[in-house]
Structures are given as structure tokens and as C-alpha cells.
């Protein structure tokens, strides 16, 4: 039987916890805020994916993986990006973005323009080792890749290469970075123990070959083994750099040769 008004004012008086109520409000301060859900964006996905390579390597990359580095479903992930393939094609992309020069190119040498691009390449990749291996099994041609190629392509233009050597030498000072970049926990390797020795190191490991049969390996131990990666990045670049010189020397001498030969 329903009470009247006056029972229900009293009943509700009763209730410490009625909304309102110094208790209701109270148990409010308590409770925690939910956590805002930062809106789902491509940038925030490449990066999320980038920060999960990063850590834990490529092998960690899963669109699963992915949707709980991101703290959203699944369902979600897939309506900006069609899976783990082209995830890993935007972020070779986007590493490749972040590369940047130090100086402007416009009253640089061919020579100056090309150090600061290779120097710059290489510290972007070895700052994502794991990403590296990406840009061994494809050529990348997303839009930073893109630029980057036509800003290397129109310096040696303007200065002077002719087609087949400007594309010969972005090939080349190309495959030098990343070589460097892929072989640079060779370090690592040379500085630790050798296999599951760790008392035997590279360079001790050539010290104690039999001299009869490996004379120069024995006898270069040292010099084999001293260099760092940015050592051997800096000689092998600059063994690049003076061949291009050569070669655009002869070139020039070519054109000049045929010109002079050419009937009048």
C-alpha cells in the first residue's frame, strides 16, 4: 500500500545516501574520473606502432599488439589502416620523414650537401634499429621517401652529374647508410664475449689463430677491431665521396673531349 507524503519524506530523510545527500556527494569526491580517450588518428597509430617497435622489436608488431598499445578495440584499428603490412610501410615512411638537414642546401657543394644527408639518415635509422631491416627487403617510395630521392637527385643535377652517375651515386651513398646502419651491433659483437664464451672476444679470438696459417689476421687483431660504427661510417663514406669526385672528373673530361671532337 503506497504511503503517504509525509512517509516518504521521511523515508528519504532517512536515506544518507540519497542523491544530494552529504554522504552521496561524498562518495562522489571518491570516485575516480574516467580517463579521456585521446581521439584515434593515423599519426597516432604510426607512432604508437613505432614506440611498440621501438621497445620490443618487429617481431612484437601484431595488429592485436597494436589495439592494446593503443588501448582500443581491434574493430577500430582496422577502420584507419587494412593490417600489419601496411602499418609497417607507413612507419618506414614516417622514419624516413624525420630526417633533416643541418644546413641549406642552396650554397653547398655537391659533396657538403650529400655528408649532411647521409650523416642525417644514418643517425635517424640507428636511432630505430629495429626498424632498419624494413629498408632491406623494399624500396620505399612514400611521399618522405619521395623527397628526400628528389632532393638528392636535383643537388647532383644542378651541379654538374649527368643522369647515369646522379642516379648511380644516390644508389650508392643509399645502400652505404643503411650497410652502416644493419652491421652496427657488429660493435656490440666485437666488444662481448664470442658465441657462449665471454672471457673471448673477437679481437682476442684473432690473436689466438695459428700465425702459420693466418698471419695477417693475427697481425692486424688490433686495427680490425678498434674501429667504432661512426669510424667506419665516416671512412667508408668518404672512400664514396673521393670516388664520385673521380668519376665526375672523367665525366666532364668525356663531355669536354666530345664537344671538341664534335664537327662544327
Not at 633533416?100 to 649532411?116: A, F, K, N, T
Not at 652502416?180 to 673477437?202: C, I, W
Request: aromatic share 6%; proline share 6%.
Amino acid at each position: 500500500m503506497a504511503g503517504t507524503p509525509i512517509q516518504e519524506t521521511a523515508d528519504d530523510e532517512q536515506d544518507p545516501t540519497a542523491p544530494g545527500s552529504p554522504a552521496w556527494w561524498a562518495a562522489r569526491q571518491d570516485r575516480a574520473e574516467p580517463p579521456r580517450r585521446i581521439p584515434i588518428t593515423l599519426g597516432r597509430i604510426i607512432a604508437g606502432a613505432l614506440e611498440l617497435i621501438d621497445r620490443e622489436g618487429l617481431g612484437a608488431l601484431s595488429m592485436r599488439n597494436l589495439a592494446s598499445e593503443l588501448q582500443i578495440g581491434i574493430t577500430s584499428l582496422y577502420r584507419y589502416v587494412a593490417g600489419k603490412d601496411e602499418v609497417l610501410v607507413l612507419i618506414a615512411d614516417a622514419v624516413l620523414g624525420e630526417t633533416q638537414l643541418p644546413r641549406p642546401v642552396e650554397d653547398l657543394g655537391w659533396r657538403e650537401v650529400l655528408e649532411d644527408l647521409a650523416r642525417s639518415m644514418r643517425a635517424v635509422l640507428a636511432s630505430h634499429p629495429n626498424v632498419a631491416p624494413l629498408f632491406a627487403t623494399a624500396v620505399p617510395v612514400g611521399p618522405n621517401s619521395l623527397r628526400a630521392r628528389e632532393l638528392i637527385l636535383s643537388v647532383l643535377r644542378e651541379r654538374g652529374f649527368d643522369g647515369t652517375l646522379t642516379a648511380d651515386v644516390y644508389t650508392a651513398l643509399a645502400h652505404q647508410v643503411l650497410a652502416s646502419v644493419l652491421q652496427e651491433p657488429m660493435n656490440d659483437f666485437r666488444a662481448a664475449g664470442l658465441a657462449t664464451s665471454e672471457n673471448l672476444t673477437l679481437r682476442g679470438f684473432y690473436r689466438s689463430l695459428p700465425a702459420e696459417h693466418y698471419p695477417h689476421l693475427v697481425g692486424l687483431a688490433d686495427e680490425l677491431t678498434s674501429r667504432t660504427a661512426t669510424e667506419e661510417f665516416e671512412f667508408g663514406l668518404g672512400c664514396l665521396l673521393d670516388g664520385v669526385e673521380l668519376r665526375l672528373q672523367q665525366t666532364r673530361t668525356r663531355h669536354r673531349s666530345r664537344n671538341a671532337n664534335a664537327p662544327s
